[in-house]
Structure formats: structure tokens, C-alpha cells
């Protein structure tokens, strides 16, 4: 089992695009489902936008129509396509591998990346 690297973030100006990538060696073969969190500063972390086993795909209501979510199964590399960037969207995203600990339809243990800085400015 590897670590969950993330990279891509930097700063952007609003509608600008960025794309995360998560490095995911071991994870994502294994993984029942993947997914990005982002937390802002003063803020919870929260559900960006996550993939299961089956492609199955979710968004947070606030970037539905903007982020794309996306698995490279070759590179072992998950995405988050970011676009028509808002200043709401400045947080440190995380990359999350949800493991089963028995079955994905029982336990599982979370996993995650060190987190990467999107700033968007006006």
C-alpha cells in the first residue's frame, strides 16, 4: 500500500481552470471509492466530488457543472478537472481512498493525501 500524493493546485483568477491529480499507487485497484474533499480556512471539510467502484460519479451542488471528476486505472491516478473557478473554492484539497476493511458494502478505513492549495483570486 502506497500514499495518496496530490498535486495541481496553485493560484488561478476567477474562471480560470485548474486540474488535480492524485497519485494513488496501491489505492485505486483496491479502493472502494475515491474522492476529493476541500476544506477553507474556518471551514469543516467537505465532500467535493467522489468515484466508486462502478463509475458511479457525485458532485457537492457547488461546483456540479464545473469540476469533473476522472480515474486513470493504468497510471493509478485519480483527477478533479476544476473549472470556471470561483474565490469559494479556495481550500487545500484532499485526495481520499476509502479501503474495506471486511467488504465495500461493510467496513472500510479512510485514507488520505497531505492536501494541495487552490487559491482563486478576483
Known amino acids: 500500500q502506497g500514499q495518496l500524493v496530490e498535486s495541481g493546485g496553485g493560484s488561478v483568477q476567477v474562471g480560470g481552470s485548474l486540474k488535480l491529480s492524485c497519485e494513488a499507487s496501491g489505492y485505486i485497484s483496491r479502493s472502494c471509492k475515491m474522492a476529493w474533499y476541500r476544506q477553507a480556512p474556518g471551514k469543516e471539510r467537505e465532500l467535493v466530488s467522489s468515484?466508486?467502484?462502478?463509475?458511479?460519479?457525485t458532485y457537492a451542488d457547488s461546483v456540479k457543472g464545473r469540476f469533473t471528476v476522472s480515474e486513470d486505472n493504468d497510471k493509478e491516478t485519480l483527477y478533479l478537472q476544476m473549472n470556471s473557478l470561483v474565490t469559494e473554492d479556495t481550500a487545500v484539497y484532499y485526495c481520499?481512498?476509502?479501503?474495506?476493511?471486511?467488504?465495500?458494502?461493510?467496513?472500510?478505513?479512510?485514507?488520505w493525501g497531505q492536501g494541495t492549495q487552490v487559491t482563486v483570486s478576483s
Open positions: 481520499a481512498a476509502d479501503l474495506p476493511i471486511d467488504s465495500c458494502y461493510g467496513s472500510t478505513m479512510r485514507s
Open positions: 468515484i466508486d467502484r462502478d463509475g458511479l460519479t
